[in-house]
């Protein structure tokens, strides 16, 4: 009696995955970023969505989740079905705000789908600031410790760790300042802070108006989108932290439905209006499969942890 049950089980499990809509005909897709409405990482995320929607024929639709560093994001996503049709523009935050203590969960708690772009961290001043090169910030720092402010887009993030680890390798002391993102490049124009460590699509406005300079890139090479801005490395300090942005979905959605959503992100950052679009953002698309995808987390992962620890900010 018991092996009958369990067959009848087994046929009615059958049943009910046969009467599913094939993926992704069932309902719209959800992407959830962790950063608010305008910016940088929303413009690029509405972007991709507008490609996947073209792509598959479904409606693609993006929602901002923001808040503790990208962790109200992340919880939430790791909480829905896995099934395709909740997903997360993540970034190397899945690690950062993990290791800072801000989320109880890690980068294991999601499949990941494709990497989609790449981003170099910069050190950037007002337009009309006395400093014309990192070497001149970085002494004039050592001159004056805790003299500097330095605005960054929140305490554990991606621009927030590069900054302690930039000015850690100089050895200089400066007030790091963490803001909303949105707050960040505000505050540089407004004189609140002395610089600021962001992501270029940031401030790649202002750096053509001339409101911006740029003293150097957190790189292992310098980044062809940002002209002629020399590396950390280049002068003198071996710091390179590069961000990429890409999609995931909750850990054990189905195979089927990751490599349909590979397949239209690949289609949709090898297009030319994606990889134009983005480059007048300052952004690089730089596609990566799924499971080489999710091999790079996992190593990156592990050298966070190693930086957060170093500078003191692993919890």
Not at 149 to 158: A, L, M, R, Y
């Amino acid at each position: 009696m018991k092996v009958g049950w369990v067959l009848l089980g087994t046929l009615l499990a059958a049943t009910v995955q046969a009467q599913e809509p094939p993926f992704p005909q069932k309902a719209p897709i959800e992407i959830t970023v962790l950063f608010p409405a305008g910016s940088s990482a929303d413009v690029t995320a509405r972007l991709l969505a507008d490609g996947i929607s073209k792509q598959l024929g479904a409606k693609v639709i993006v929602f901002n989740r923001p808040g503790a560093g990208g962790g109200i994001g992340y919880k939430y996503v790791a909480s829905q079905k896995a099934d395709g049709y909740s997903l997360v523009w993540n970034s190397n935050s899945v690690s950062t705000t993990y290791h800072s203590g801000m989320m109880p969960l890690d980068y294991r708690a999601f499949d990941a789908v494709a990497r989609v772009l790449v981003e170099s961290p910069v050190i950037a001043v007002h337009g009309e600031s006395k400093w014309k090169t990192l070497v001149q910030l970085v002494a004039d720092a050592k001159s004056r410790p805790k003299g500097i402010t330095v605005g960054n887009s929140g305490i554990g993030s991606h621009t927030h760790i590069s900054s302690v680890a930039l000015f850690k390798a100089a050895g200089a002391e400066v007030v790091d300042v963490p803001f909303g993102a949105a707050q960040v490049v505000p505050s540089l124009l407004g004189g609140q802070v002395d610089a600021v460590l962001q992501l270029p699509a940031a401030l790649s406005g202002y750096v053509k108006s001339g409101q911006v300079r740029l003293l150097a890139s957190l790189t292992s090479a310098r980044d062809p989108l940002l002209g002629d801005v020399p590396t950390a490395r280049e002068q003198g300090l071996d710091v390179s932290l590069e961000a990429w942005r890409g999609i995931a979905a909750p850990k054990g959605t189905p195979k089927s439905a990751i490599a349909t959503l590979e397949a239209a992100i690949r289609r949709t950052a090898e297009s030319p209006d994606f990889v134009q679009a983005c480059e007048k953002l300052g952004v690089r698309p730089a596609f990566m499969a799924a499971e080489e995808f999710g091999n790079l987390i996992a190593k990156e992962d592990a050298e966070l942890a190693r930086i957060m620890q170093l500078i003191g900010l692993k919890k």
